[in-house]
Structures are given as structure tokens and as C-alpha cells.
């Protein structure tokens, strides 16, 4: 009798994994995570939408913006992202990005923790978790499916349209049109990031480092 045909008629069986394979299922921890980068950020960004049906799109990329750390040392910036979408039950999904800082080196920068201009000025409690990891929202003018409102507590501003909405306006559809919009939107965003606050270390000498973002792997010039 093979194995294949043991194993059917036993009750219980056993196979032996390799010592390197992961048996373990880590992928609601992981969801928890970033559970908690999606309140932050809403929160920051003053968006409001549930997370009942919370997908990837399987949309990701790794961005590569060059810079001279000092005049005969270049270097690469690089970030991470993934598309998401997000919504409840009765709402149209929402994008947003699930975005690490691979390799940055931004000194100095926590001159932005009094007046952050993005999520990740917020000053740091810890380095446990997700550190370096952020969510960011695309506005409504990247691109992103979002109606402008207020609630009570006057914590939001925009908001998820409801499935009753979207027949009455075609801006509540997600299309790939308006995902390559927020897409451009990010890439712009961390070019403009790097351009405002890269320092060379090497202060006295001229900053002549190429500004071109790249998306996709990097060349072999380091």
C-alpha cells in the first residue's frame, strides 16, 4: 500500500515537514498589527471607514528614490507599499496603502514630532511591533473613494460611500483608473518626502545628487 493510500484510510496520520517550513497560520496576527496602523492613521487623516471586508488588491510595489549621503557615497531610499481596500458590509471600499521604510536616513527628523505633516512624524512610544511600518489614505484628489461628511464627535471629514450612493455617482467606483491615480499619488508623495528632507552628511559640499524615483529593482550601481 503507498503512503498516499495509507493515509486516506488511516483516522489519523502524521507527515513530516521540513525544519524550515512554517506549519503555523501568523496571518491574523499580522492583520491585528496593522489593524491598529489603520486607526492611527485614520485617525491622523481625519478618514473614516469599517474594516469588515479588509483585502489586499495584490497590487505591491518597492520604490527606489536616489540620493548622495555624502558627494562620493550614493544611496537608495527605499519603501515598500501594498494597496489595500477596505469597507463594511453596506459601504463601497476605500484605498489605502500598507507602506515600510526599508532603507531611509532621515537624521534629525524629529523636529517634525510638534507639527507633524504626515503619519509617521508622530512621535514613537516604543520599538515594538510594526516599527517603520505606516498606513497612508489617498485623498479624494489621488484618486480614492471618499464622500465628504461629519459625525458628532467632529472626528472625520470624509468617509465611505454607501452602497445606497453608488448608483447615484460613479465617483464611489474603485476603478484601475483611479488605482494607477493613487498610485502616482504615492510615488509623488515619497519623491517629494526624500527631496524636502534628505541631508547630505557631508554639508559643506553641493548636493548634486540625481532626484529620479525608480519603481522596480534597483540597478547594480551600489
Avoid at 495584490?58 to 527606489?64: D, H, I, V
Avoid at 528614490?65 to 494597496?83: S, T
Avoid at 517603520?132 to 471618499?146: M, R, V
Avoid at 488605482?179 to 510615488?187: A, G, H, P
Amino acid at each position: 500500500m503507498d503512503r498516499v493510500k495509507q493515509i486516506i484510510m488511516e483516522e489519523i496520520s502524521a507527515i513530516r515537514k521540513d525544519k524550515d517550513a512554517n506549519i503555523f497560520d501568523y496571518s491574523s496576527i499580522i492583520d491585528d498589527a496593522w489593524r491598529d496602523k489603520i486607526f492611527e492613521a485614520q485617525k491622523f487623516q481625519r478618514i473614516n471607514f469599517d474594516l469588515e471586508n479588509n483585502d489586499s488588491t495584490g497590487e505591491k510595489k518597492t520604490f527606489y528614490v536616489k540620493k548622495n549621503l555624502r558627494k562620493d557615497q550614493p544611496i537608495k531610499y527605499e519603501f515598500n507599499a501594498e494597496m489595500m481596500r477596505a469597507g463594511g458590509d453596506w459601504e463601497m471600499p476605500v484605498v489605502y496603502f500598507r507602506l515600510e521604510f526599508t532603507h531611509d536616513y532621515f537624521y534629525g527628523n524629529k523636529k517634525y514630532n510638534n507639527d507633524p505633516e504626515f503619519i509617521w512624524d508622530l512621535d514613537r512610544k516604543s520599538y515594538e511591533g510594526l516599527y517603520d511600518c505606516y498606513i497612508i489614505i489617498p485623498p479624494k484628489e489621488a484618486g480614492n473613494t471618499l464622500s465628504k461628511g461629519e459625525t458628532d464627535s467632529g472626528k472625520y471629514d470624509w468617509f465611505a460611500y454607501q452602497n445606497d450612493e453608488s448608483g447615484e455617482d460613479e465617483e464611489a467606483e474603485m476603478t484601475d483608473a483611479k488605482k494607477k491615480t493613487c498610485w502616482k499619488w504615492l510615488e509623488e508623495l515619497l519623491q517629494k518626502l526624500v527631496d524636502d528632507r534628505h541631508e547630505m552628511l557631508d554639508k559643506d559640499e553641493p548636493k548634486t545628487e540625481p532626484k529620479d524615483i525608480e519603481d522596480g529593482e534597483p540597478d547594480s550601481e551600489e
